[in-house]
């Protein structure tokens, strides 16, 4: 009887082994990385900030939802950020950019998440609530005569676009308390 013979040398053998040890030194913290922030955040929903208070974050409305699709087509989060960094890591609440630092749990419901690349122009996080608001129509529009000085202009996005756009801007607000971050009174 013939000996049975394979191409399987020692050396390929090894080789597979080895091989294997790599992917899963490279799989097995890739997938511990992914599934530790799930189950820290994943879990995450609405909740009131004080006993017994509403319930945030609030609700989307449905504009808005599309003012978000028509924001990431534009490339708006290429110069604006959507997070209130912590006071001892930069000056954002004392520049008035929010009323306390952001938090995972104010992204909860938001089906993208835009925290934006680098921060060209102010941070838009809280942008809903904020007290002095230019008109964006007309930032938009006419960057220049809505007193900005460094804005594209978007002329060339249609009224129904623009509106989606300014309900999404005014749907922006972090100014409800969370019970990871009080607001600062
Ligand atoms: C090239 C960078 C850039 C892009 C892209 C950009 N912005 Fe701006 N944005 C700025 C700058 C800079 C300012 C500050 C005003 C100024 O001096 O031009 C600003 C200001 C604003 C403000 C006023 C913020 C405040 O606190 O008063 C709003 C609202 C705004 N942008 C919305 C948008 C939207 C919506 C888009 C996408 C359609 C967009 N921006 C795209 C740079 C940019």
Redesign the pocket.
């Known amino acids: 009887m013939p000996a049975v013979t394979t191409n399987r040398t020692p050396t390929m053998k090894n080789l597979n082994t080895l091989l294997a040890g790599v992917f899963l030194a490279v799989a097995l913290p890739f997938g511990a990385l992914v599934l530790s922030g799930q189950s820290q955040l994943g879990g995450l929903g609405r909740a009131a900030g004080e006993e017994g208070g509403a319930l945030f974050p609030a609700r989307e409305p449905g504009l808005a939802i599309q003012g978000r699709a028509v924001?990431v087509s534009?490339?708006?989060v290429?110069?604006?950020t959507q997070q209130v960094r912590p006071a001892g890591q930069g000056s954002d609440i004392a520049r008035g950019l929010g009323g306390r630092p952001s938090v995972a749990r104010d992204y909860a419901l938001q089906s993208q998440v835009l925290l934006g690349e680098r921060r060209?122009?102010?941070d838009?996080a809280n942008?809903g609530a904020?007290t002095s608001?230019?008109n964006?129509e007309t930032?938009?529009t006419d960057?220049a005569s809505s007193g900005?000085?460094?804005?594209?202009s978007?002329r060339f996005v249609d009224a129904a676009q623009r509106t989606a756009?300014v309900a999404y801007?005014k749907s922006l607000r972090q100014d409800y308390p969370s019970p990871e971050a009080k607001l600062k009174k």
């Open positions: 924001y534009l490339g708006c290429s110069c604006h060209l122009g102010p838009l942008y904020r608001q230019i964006v930032l938009l960057p900005a000085v460094w804005h594209p978007y756009l801007l």
